[in-house]
Nanobody, 129 residues
Framework: QVQPVESGGGLVQAGGSLRLSCAAS????????MGWFRQAPGKERDFVAA??????????YYADSVKGRFTISRDNAKNTVYLQMNSLKSEDTAVYYC????????????????????WGQGTQVTVSS
């Protein structure tokens, strides 16, 4: 099993950029689907992005709200997944969580939090307007 650990959060002005990292130790990283979710105060945890395993060509998935602004990528040699966030908006303010599950997922499984078994503790991203 893997244990995700997020880093890279912080305070940024609207229009700025941040890159989140998630190091996942303890398993065969390349065989895990990796996802990013976020939760704003008083709201549910929402899907942000996910990346499939190499078996599915590392296909990427994005929430409509972040398409064209965020990019998810993975470095299997470093057991790390990244979330590059550009053109940040105040509504992107949230705690961002990294999640993992073994293998790939069918259909819309990538966007469902319950599809992921392993979760990090989260990292705060605050975008000031």
């Amino acid at each position: 099993q893997v244990q995700p650990v997020e880093s890279g959060g912080g305070l940024v002005q609207a229009g700025g950029s941040l890159r989140l990292s998630c190091a996942a130790s303890g398993g065969t990283f390349s065989s895990y689907t990796m996802g990013w979710f976020r939760q704003a105060p008083g709201k549910e945890r929402d899907f942000v992005a996910a990346i499939a395993t190499a078996w599915r060509g590392g296909r990427t998935y994005y929430a409509d709200s972040v398409k064209g602004r965020f990019t998810i990528s993975r470095d299997n040699a470093k057991n790390t997944v990244y979330l590059q966030m550009n053109s940040l908006k105040s509504e992107d303010t949230a705690v961002y969580y990294c999640a993992a599950r073994s293998g790939d997922l069918p259909g819309l499984g990538y966007v469902r939090a319950e599809s992921y078994k392993y979760w990090g503790q989260g990292t705060q991203v605050t975008v000031s307007s």
